[in-house]
């Protein structure tokens, strides 16, 4: 089990991943999966991108932005996707702590981690409490 940044080379493998997180999570407030924006975003933010990878098969993504504090300048690495295929989610926990402490040698200060609200939000609550994160912000999406 390793911990690589995102290469052209796994984009087969990455897009099945988010088209998995789209079906699970997303689909459901609506709009569809579009893969040319989905390339466009995997260009943008590849370097910020780190996958999981077991027997040489990429299983999970973590997807984020880099952002700056706007009260102090710190850098924060902003997630905009963590999934990980079933059945390899026992391994979440490792790849997120793996990943956050590549960030924190990288000189990011934080890591924001967002929460959809679904059949699982409770969960995740509890699961990101026990891992040492504080609730910091909800937001709520209207549709126009």
Request: charge should be neutral; proline fraction near 2%; hydrophobic fraction near 40%.
């Amino acid at each position: 089990m390793i911990i690589e940044r995102y290469t052209t080379a796994r984009y087969k493998e990455v897009l099945a991943i988010v088209r998995n997180f789209y079906e699970e999570a997303l689909k459901e407030y609506g709009g569809n999966f579009d893969e040319t924006i989905f390339n466009e975003t995997v260009n943008k933010y590849k370097d910020n991108s780190f996958l999981l990878i077991i027997d040489d098969k990429c299983v999970g993504v973590l997807a984020g932005i880099e952002t700056t504090s706007p009260l102090n300048r710190d850098k924060i690495f902003q997630e905009i996707i963590w999934y990980v295929n079933e059945p390899h989610r026992k391994y979440g926990v490792y790849f997120l702590n793996k990943a956050r402490e590549i960030l924190k040698r990288e000189g990011y200060s934080a890591i924001v981690m967002a929460c959809i609200h679904n059949l699982k939000t409770a969960q995740l609550f509890r699961f990101y409490e026990r891992h040492g994160f504080i609730p910091f912000e909800t937001h709520f999406l209207g549709r126009l």
